[in-house]
């Protein structure tokens, strides 16, 4: 059995800019401390919700230094310092590891992708200069690119790969990982939408979005499937479906965003390419936080 960097549900933060554009590190601060308050259990800084893709290397590095530093030990900070370039990736992963995080998440390479040997040679290269653990992260829809099962049993046997962030959708590859790999490759939810069955196959958290806003409930949720009682987990993920759906209507993080600053948060918008929620879906995204009493319908 792997030593879990976590079980329950990580919040993939989001960024926070300064109206100037600059990254708002006051707010980030914020944020966490409220996710903290709420029951969190782990903070994924700088991952893609987190806008990394738009982030200078200074910046990178000063989000994961401050995430380590709010935090305190109190919840494990888990810093994503993937890239399509094996080296720049190690800079940035022994950056995190001298900024004191608790472990890494290392997405596979995209636009130049890899075959699955180079895969498999990338992640052991970067591992070769971290004594960190790391979740891999299979996210195809982005990157073009898909961890075969015959390469998750290879990378289930290395000592510092303590799990995998499954947000391919593919319920039929979640299962064939837990049947092909067990708890050698700890399964986590990288889809807020399917995080009950995903536990309910012996999954061991979330990566989520939701949380953002929603930190307590999705905690709640994870909890409850935790303890096996998948009827009353399921109940809240259907309550909240509507706006999980609405969170991912846009690409991520633009809604979720814009879901923020209309309770308040003030978080600021993205980072171009990414641009400002169209107005039909940010206002159906209203409508559906009013029905849940996230913000007034004044």
């Known amino acids: 059995m792997k030593h879990l960097l976590f079980t329950g549900a990580a919040t993939a933060l989001i960024t926070p800019f300064n109206p100037d554009g600059s990254v708002n590190l006051d707010k980030y601060r914020?944020?966490?401390?409220?996710?903290?308050?709420?029951?969190?259990?782990?903070?994924?800084?700088?991952?893609?919700?987190?806008?990394?893709?738009?982030?200078?290397?200074?910046?990178h590095r000063a989000l994961m230094k401050c995430a380590v530093e709010t935090a305190r030990g109190r919840v494990p900070v888990i810093c994503s310092t993937g890239s399509n370039d094996t080296e720049y990736c190690i800079g940035t992963t022994q950056a995190a590891e001298e900024a004191g995080a608790d472990g890494l998440l290392l997405v596979t390479p995209y636009y130049n992708k890899c075959t699955q040997n180079g895969l498999v040679?990338?992640?052991?290269?970067?591992?070769?200069?971290?004594?960190?653990?790391?979740?891999?992260?299979?996210?195809?829809?982005?990157?073009?690119?898909?961890?075969?099962?015959?390469?998750?049993?290879?990378?289930?046997?290395?000592?510092?790969?303590?799990?995998?962030?499954?947000?391919?959708?593919?319920?039929?590859?979640?299962?064939?990982?837990?049947?092909?790999?067990?708890?050698?490759?700890?399964?986590?939810?990288?889809?807020?939408?399917?995080?009950?069955?995903?536990?309910?196959?012996?999954?061991?958290?979330?990566?989520s979005v939701l949380s953002n806003i929603l930190p307590k409930t999705t905690h709640e949720m994870c909890k409850l499937c935790l303890d096996k009682d998948f009827d009353k987990a399921s109940e809240l993920a259907f309550k909240y479906l509507d706006l999980t759906n609405a969170l991912f209507s846009e690409v991520n993080p633009i809604p979720v965003k814009a879901a923020m600053n209309m309770m308040g948060f003030d978080v600021g918008g993205c980072r171009l390419p990414l641009c400002e929620m169209g107005a039909e879906n940010k206002e159906k995204l209203r409508q559906i936080m009013i029905s849940h009493g996230l913000v007034s319908a004044n």
């Open 121 to 207: 040679r990338h992640y052991e290269r970067i591992l070769s200069k971290t004594k960190l653990p790391a979740i891999v992260y299979n996210v195809p829809s982005r990157t073009g690119f898909n961890i075969s099962i015959s390469t998750y049993k290879e990378l289930a046997r290395h000592p510092q790969i303590v799990g995998t962030k499954e947000a391919s959708g593919n319920m039929a590859l979640a299962m064939e990982i837990r049947a092909q790999c067990g708890d050698d490759m700890p399964l986590y939810s990288g889809n807020d939408d399917i995080t009950v069955p995903m536990m309910a196959i012996g999954g061991k958290g979330v990566i």
């Open 30 to 59: 914020e944020l966490i401390e409220f996710q903290i308050s709420e029951g969190i259990d782990a903070i994924v800084a700088v991952g893609t919700t987190g806008e990394n893709a738009v982030l200078s290397g200074e910046e």
